[in-house]
């Protein structure tokens, strides 16, 4: 039986600790891809994700059911992540293509993937990463939440705090500067 | 995209909402019938989908399974390396056993001196007198009965007395005979025997005063006795620490401070 996230918090409250593994297992890999995104290095994005579930277990009991479960757990990483950049003081790292280990890159791939495509796509993710650091921090994460979370505007404008019409506007001009920056790769 | 000359009213929002397909069905139609007579719309849509082509190569690497795998048994064992916690996982037994130990010490280091004597409880601590004195001369409850005794016991013997006398009196006073007796005279017999039986009740109740004051300072001579035993167990357990504890601060301690 699978339960729903909301009957495995009732549970992990009641003390079931097997029940937040599974809610660990559940959104793990979505934590870690929008923090790897917000921040752009795998360690930092290990530590926010490893800190975002330690801080929804401790305030596991604070938790109302008002909002769903996935979106207090993404405003929790989206607040590590603003804290994290504040600390640091910085935009999201992006490494340079000079930094890419052809054999690593040939370990990595699929059987049936050349590794000439390999480099293409990673060239490729090397340019996104770029574009995606110039973008301004609310047009960076509508973009994130919109384009790999799948969220609604409804849903990235609660987890926001901002207006529907604010979150569509982030988007254009977020998309503007992307398609510019990405243009200039392609001269 | 900056040249834009199309006035679609909202368009940058309807043009998202479209792009993403999270529109309303009325306002889908609308934009879509628009863009059939909006070339500069047409291309810029265009452009957009090209964009999110793109962000779609950006994938994330997977984060590494073990790192948080039975992540909620984890927490508490993290959570019990915390500085100062250490202590829960040590057994109560052995807590108070320690407690002890550390009392014991420290009053062995301060140089607790308890007695009991004439003047009542005394309960000292300093240097001035050695720790080995003590020792020495320990406190005796057998040899130091207090003299309060044998004043209470005078106490009670006279009450006792004084008791039986004033029950006499009442007996002699009631075999007199009723029929020769006046109103004013038995009134004055009523009058003597509720003042003899207040007097028996006031006589009862200081010899249970006594009683229990007795009963206090004998439970408090036995206290003190226990802490008295205890000090001595403590001073022939750790004497030895204690001499080289007592002479290490000697050491450290000007003279004009020991």
């Known amino acids: 039986?699978?339960?729903?996230?909301?009957?495995?918090?009732?549970?992990?409250?009641?003390g079931d600790a097997d029940s937040f593994n599974q809610l660990v297992l559940r959104w793990e890999r979505p934590i870690y891809a929008l923090a790897y995104r917000q921040l752009g290095r795998e360690e930092d994005a290990r530590d926010v994700c490893q800190e975002t579930f330690l801080r929804a277990y401790r305030a596991l009991k604070g938790f109302r059911g008002q909002a769903k479960f996935s979106s207090?757990?993404?405003?929790?990483?989206?607040?590590?992540?603003?804290?994290?950049?504040?600390?640091?003081?910085?935009?999201?790292?992006?490494?340079?293509?000079?930094?890419?280990?052809?054999?690593?890159?040939?370990?990595?791939?699929?059987?049936?993937?050349?590794?000439?495509?390999?480099?293409?796509?990673?060239?490729?993710?090397?340019?996104?990463?770029?574009?995606?650091?110039?973008?301004?921090?609310?047009?960076?994460?509508?973009?994130?939440?919109?384009?790999?979370?799948?969220?609604?505007?409804?849903?990235?404008?609660?987890?926001?705090?901002?207006?529907?019409?604010?979150?569509?506007?982030?988007?254009?001009?977020?998309?503007?500067?992307?398609?510019?920056?990405?243009?200039?790769?392609?001269? | 995209m900056n040249n834009v000359t199309c006035m679609y009213p909202d368009r940058e929002a309807v043009l998202v909402?479209?792009?993403?397909?999270?529109?309303?069905?009325?306002?889908?139609?609308?934009?879509?019938t628009h863009m059939t007579t909006c070339p500069p719309c047409r291309s810029e849509l265009a452009e957009?989908?090209?964009?999110?082509?793109?962000?779609?190569?950006?994938?994330?690497?997977?984060?590494a399974r073990t790192s948080l795998l039975n992540f909620a048994s984890r927490i508490p064992h993290s959570e019990s390396r915390r500085p100062g916690a250490w202590w829960h996982t040590v057994p109560v037994w052995a807590q108070v056993a320690a407690a002890m130990l550390v009392l014991g010490v420290s009053a062995a280091i301060a140089n607790l001196d308890v007695r009991y004597d004439r003047a009542g409880l005394n309960i000292r601590t300093g240097w001035s007198t050695p720790a080995r004195q003590v020792a020495q001369t320990p406190v005796?409850?057998?040899?130091?009965?207090?003299?309060?005794?044998?004043?209470?016991?005078?106490?009670?013997?006279?009450?006792?007395?004084?008791?039986?006398?004033?029950?006499?009196?009442?007996?002699?006073?009631?075999?007199?005979?009723?029929?020769?007796?006046?109103?004013?005279?038995?009134?004055?017999?009523?009058?003597?025997?509720?003042?003899?039986?207040?007097?028996?009740q006031q006589s009862e109740l200081a010899l249970h005063m006594v009683q229990l004051q007795t009963d206090l300072n004998a439970q408090l001579q036995a206290q003190a006795s226990r802490v008295s035993q205890n000090f001595r167990d403590v001073t022939s357990t750790y004497g030895d620490q204690i001499l080289k504890q007592q002479r290490q601060i000697n050491y450290l301690l000007p003279a004009s401070q020991r």
């Open chain 1, 1 to 14: 039986m699978t339960w729903s996230d909301e009957e495995l918090v009732t549970r992990s409250i009641g």
């Open chain 1, 72 to 187: 207090w757990l993404y405003r929790i990483a989206l607040n590590l992540c603003r804290d994290w950049m504040r600390r640091q003081r910085r935009t999201p790292v992006v490494q340079l293509p000079e930094d890419i280990d052809v054999m690593e890159l040939a370990a990595e791939r699929e059987p049936t993937e050349s590794i000439e495509n390999v480099i293409a796509r990673n060239d490729l993710t090397r340019l996104v990463e770029k574009a995606m650091a110039k973008l301004p921090e609310e047009q960076r994460t509508a973009i994130i939440l919109k384009e790999y979370h799948g969220m609604t505007f409804q849903e990235i404008a609660d987890l926001s705090g901002c207006p529907l019409s604010t979150v569509k506007t982030r988007l254009y001009q977020g998309l503007a500067v992307l398609r510019r920056e990405l243009g200039k790769s392609d001269q």
């Open chain 2, 17 to 32: 909402a479209y792009l993403y397909d999270d529109i309303d069905a009325a306002d889908r139609v609308t934009f879509e």
């Open chain 2, 48 to 63: 957009l989908r090209g964009v999110r082509a793109t962000l779609g190569q950006w994938a994330s690497p997977e984060p």
């Open chain 2, 140 to 200: 005796n409850p057998v040899n130091n009965i207090a003299p309060w005794r044998a004043e209470l016991t005078a106490l009670q013997t006279e009450l006792r007395s004084e008791w039986r006398a004033q029950a006499a009196s009442v007996a002699a006073a009631s075999s007199a005979p009723a029929g020769a007796m006046s109103d004013g005279e038995f009134r004055r017999r009523v009058r003597v025997l509720l003042d003899e039986s207040e007097k028996r």
